[in-house]
Each structure stands twice: as structure tokens, then as C-alpha cells.
DNA sequence: AGATGTGAAAGTTTTCACAGCC
DNA sequence: GGCTGTGAAAACTTTCACATCT
């Protein structure tokens, strides 16, 4: 979308430069962090200080240029002959990542997958914690999980505007998905996890990722038919 | 890993077309293929009998030509001039990803996460219905969900010999994934599906797709810290 | 005319390999 | 000696564009 940096002249001032590397980074790349991020947890908790690429990279199951390239293109984190301290790289792939802010979550749908997501350990872990949650089944609507109410979906658009939601997961029925997505757009959402296994279109201005249960499952069919 | 074929003479006797095609097909193509057996069925539903590559696309959010080259990893499916028959294509992708064979499928770890996945209505929809259960929880094993009966770890090697299990999906908390996937591999299990979000090691021979739900959840907490 | 199937081109991601610093 | 950071090469994926068939 932006062109790249690297050939626009720094004009109003120098810019800081953590900011000067992160030019277009990829996909894979981000989804990579997250599991930089996990392994060096773990790292701490096992009192490792420092790290190399390549201990890095053996736990997660890739090559060591692949975790210096991935870490270059954010900043300078490591040290020539030494490798990365932990605690520091840590950190700085948590802030990079958006970690260590909170985050307001709202789950939209209640059914069986919404309760999953809402009781799953490692959103919480890693600081997602779901504020909100919404369903239009009268069944359910008032009714509490671990002290929080179950909302009318009526209620996501000025909940979003008095509190404020950043992220909507989207757990209902294909069907209604679409639906469920654009309201939370109009409610001002900015970014939707969507787990109905259906193409969902917002404005481009709206963050969305999907995880599709099934193809994952279709990908192993697919394996085992070979 | 095999060489293409396109520069090796036809030695002993003409192959068959449909197989001739498959060289080696990356995970993004396969993945596409669930997103078009998908729309294929949608648009049989919608009575459509014929659809080009162009209309495919366009539902899938991709461009034509990447319908076409997808495809043409497979076979010649198309006619020119026309497009493809929406319910042959069908039959031919649901092949190709083994979705008309009926897979034996285990569930490993009865808790919320399983539950949900246990009555995800997609799972069932594409032919992968749950038949085992399995929890080391004594407060679980022998209770039942929907008649399927909730049996102890200590089951999985001797059902899995007697009554044969294609796929393990593992449901069970990060620290025990690892074990429960060893333990699948030794009781002869060839694809595991594992929603733990820690790198599993299993031999090469059996396949192995992970989803991490909290992966996409960083992702978007990444494009919003921007 | 209309749409597939496919080489060749363009674009993207990963790996190599080594200069440069600790 | 050890290990990062990074251009350049290799590998892979997507798009273009057109010959080919109905």
C-alpha cells in the first residue's frame, strides 16, 4: 500500500530508529513473533538469559536466518557474538506485537465455540480477556459465565461506544455471520476474529483474520488420501 | 521431491491424464481447495450447473488464474469456452481432498475446547464425525456426550488397534500435548490435528497441522498496535 | 466469441554466506 | 571464536497473457 521508506528522504527530523525498519513485513513473519514470543517465555521461566538465533530457532522449528531476518526487520536486538537477551527481546516482541496493552474483547455468539473461546486459557495468558459477551437467544441473554452477562446483541453498539471494544470474535452460526460482522463494524470495531467458515467483507480500514476449523481438518483428509 | 515430469519422455505406456498432473502441490493450493468445495457447494445449492474460473474467484476473494492453476495441479477439469460442471468439479475436489471417504476420527481431551469441537457443526457437515472420546479426568471417562461414550487414555491403543482410528484431535492443555501426541503415534494413528499451541515432534510419516487460536488473535492485536 | 490450461514474467519468501562487531 | 545483521541467490508463489479448444 505506502511505498517503502528507504528511498524517501528524511526530511522533517530523524526518525527514532526502531520505527525506520518496518517497511512491509509479512504475514508469516507476524505469525511467526507470536510463537518467538511464546518460546521466550518460556526461555524466562527456565532462567535462560541469552539466546542465540539458532537455540531460537530450533525450538520453533525453522532456520536461524529466518528468526534473524524476522527480528531485523523491527530493530537491532541482539548482540554480535553474544546472541539476544531474553528478558529485553522478550519485551520488545511483545510490544511489537501489541501485547502489552490491553486489549477490550467482545465475544459475539454464546453457542458451544463461544463458551471454548471464552474459558480458553491462553487468550488470557497472553492478555486478551474477553470483557463482553453477546448472543440474541432470550435463553441465554442475562444469563452469567464466571460473572460476566450475557448481553443482547442490541446492546453491542452503545456498549462499543460508551466502554469501548477493540476487538469482536465472531463465533455464530454461518448463516449470520455477515450480519454479526457488519454491525460490529457500524459499532466501530476495529478488528474482527472471525471463526464462521465463511469469506466475511468489511472496509478495508478493519482488521480481519479468520480461522477455519475445517480446513485445517480438510488438510489432513487431504494428506491421508495420497 | 520427485522431478516434474514435463521433460521425461513417456517410456512405459501412456499414464492415465488425472494422475499425471500432480507434481507437488504447496499447502496454499490445498487450502484454496477447501474454500472452492466450499463455494462449489453453495452455488449447487443455488442450482448454478456450470461456473467459470472467473466466477469462482470471484467468491473466493482471489484472482482467475489462480483458480485455474490450482485446479490444473489435478487434472482438466474445464471445458474451454465454457467452464467447469459445478457438480462434477465438486466431486472432483471432494476426491481430491478425500472428503467422500468416511474418516475415523478421536477426540483427545474432553474439555471445553473439545466440547466445542465435539458439536462444531462444520466438522460434521464435510463427513468428519467424532467417534471416540478420550479424558484422563475420572470425573469425565464414562460419562457421554450426544451417546458417544467418554473412555480413558488408557483406551485409545486398544480401540485404536481393534476398531482403527485415521485422526487424533488434540484438545488437552499445552503441558500434556506432547505426551498425548506420542501416544497417538503409538497407537498407529497417521494425522493428528492438534489445537494445543506448542510445537509438537512426531515422526514425519504422520501428518500434522496445528491451529493456534491465539496466533490470530496476535495478529490482530499487531495490525491494530500499528 | 468465450473460457480453459499453461509457459513465462513478476513478485514474494526463504536460505545462503559473509562482513562486521563482541 | 562466536553470533548478528544483511545483501545476494535460490526457491517458491502468483499473475500475466496467449495459444488452444468448444
Given at each position: 500500500l505506502k511505498a517503502s521508506r528507504s528511498n524517501v528522504p528524511q526530511t522533517a527530523g530523524e526518525r527514532r530508529r526502531s520505527t525506520l525498519h518496518m517497511d512491509r513485513v509479512s504475514a508469516s513473519t507476524v505469525t511467526r513473533l507470536s510463537s518467538y514470543y511464546r518460546i521466550l517465555s518460556e526461555f524466562e521461566a527456565e532462567k535462560v538469559e541469552t539466546i542465540s538465533s539458532e537455540r531460537l530457532a530450533e525450538r520453533a522449528g525453522i532456520t536461524s536466518a529466518q528468526v534473524r531476518k524476522d527480528l531485523s526487520s523491527f530493530g537491532n536486538f541482539g548482540r554480535r557474538g553474544l546472541g539476544y537477551n531474553v528478558r529485553l527481546l522478550g519485551g520488545e516482541v511483545g510490544g511489537i506485537l501489541g501485547l502489552t496493552r490491553k486489549w477490550s474483547v467482545a465475544l459475539l455468539g454464546a453457542g458451544n465455540l463461544g463458551h471454548a473461546l471464552f474459558a480458553y486459557k491462553e487468550f488470557q495468558k497472553h492478555g486478551?480477556?474477553?470483557?463482553y459477551v453477546f448472543d440474541v437467544d432470550p435463553a441465554k441473554v442475562g444469563k452469567g459465565w464466571d460473572g460476566i452477562q450475557i448481553r443482547h446483541f442490541d446492546e453491542l453498539q452503545p456498549v462499543a461506544t460508551k466502554q469501548g471494544i477493540d476487538i469482536a470474535i465472531i463465533a455464530v452460526p454461518v448463516q449470520e455471520a455477515q450480519t454479526v460482522a457488519d454491525r460490529a463494524v457500524a459499532a466501530g470495531i476495529r478488528a474482527i476474529l472471525n471463526f464462521a467458515p465463511v469469506k466475511i467483507v468489511i472496509p478495508d480500514e478493519v482488521a480481519l483474520r479468520s480461522v477455519d476449523l475445517s480446513i485445517a481438518m480438510e488438510s489432513l483428509s487431504y494428506a491421508l488420501a495420497k
Open positions: 486478551f480477556c474477553i470483557d
